[in-house]
Every structure is written in C-alpha cells, then in structure tokens.
C-alpha cells in the first residue's frame, strides 16, 4: 500500500518561494507518475504540475508556468515542487499524488490513484 506525506508548507510573502515535498512509502515508487494539485476554500481541486516517472515529462497548469517547477528523486522516493514568485491567489492546501497506471502525465484527478493528506500553503500580499 502506497502512503505519500507532504512538507514544506508555510506562510510567505508575495514574490516569496516555497519548496513541498512529498515521501513516498510502498510500491516501488519509480514506476508510477506523481502530480501535484490545489485546493483553496470555496474552490475546486485544481491540476499545478506532474512529472512521468522517469522525470523525462512535465506536465504545469498554466498559472503556475515559469514559477513553478516539479521533480522528483526515485532513490529517494520523493517528489519535489519549489514554488517560485508567489502570489496570494497561490495560496491553497496542496496534495500530492500518484498515478499508477498511465504512461502520461494526466492533469485530472480522477487519473490519480493515491493522496497524500495536504499541506497548507499561505501567501500574504
């Protein structure tokens, strides 16, 4: 069974960076695609980024294009999103996840097969 754990949240100021990470437990972590996804109150889930399991392919939400930037250490079993420039409408629990069937990087979560428990990311104007 595959448990993820984020860290790295916080508050920062606007035009400040952040860096979540998310361990992974379990499977064999190197052959499944791992996302990163938000939510702020009153508001849907969102895609923010994904990353194939090689690392080979990105895939961002367009809010988050030349900002953001995912990777991830397969030794490790960890993903990484280092959030850059953020801004108050960045502000929203972040989840990571893992997708073990597709050979792509899906932007919707129902592609997604296992959540992580959230972090809270807070970004002051």
């Known amino acids: 069974q595959v448990q993820l754990v984020e860290s790295g949240g916080g508050l920062v100021q606007a035009g400040g960076s952040l860096r979540l990470s998310c361990a992974a437990s379990?499977?064999?972590?190197?052959?499944?695609?791992m996302g990163w996804f938000r939510q702020a109150p009153g508001k849907e889930r969102e895609f923010v980024a994904g990353?194939?399991?090689?690392?080979?392919?990105?895939n961002y939400a367009d809010s988050v294009k030349g900002r953001f930037t995912i990777s991830r250490d397969n030794a490790k079993k960890t993903v990484s999103l280092q959030m850059n420039s953020l801004k108050p409408e960045d502000t929203a629990v972040y989840y990571c996840?893992?997708?073990?069937?597709?050979?792509?990087?899906?932007?919707?979560?129902?592609?997604?097969?296992?959540w992580g428990q959230g972090t809270q990311v807070t970004v002051s104007s």
């Open positions: 996840a893992a997708d073990f069937l597709s050979n792509r990087v899906p932007d919707t979560g129902n592609d997604y097969d296992v």
């Open positions: 379990g499977r064999t972590f190197s052959s499944y695609t």
């Open positions: 990353i194939s399991w090689s690392g080979g392919r990105t």
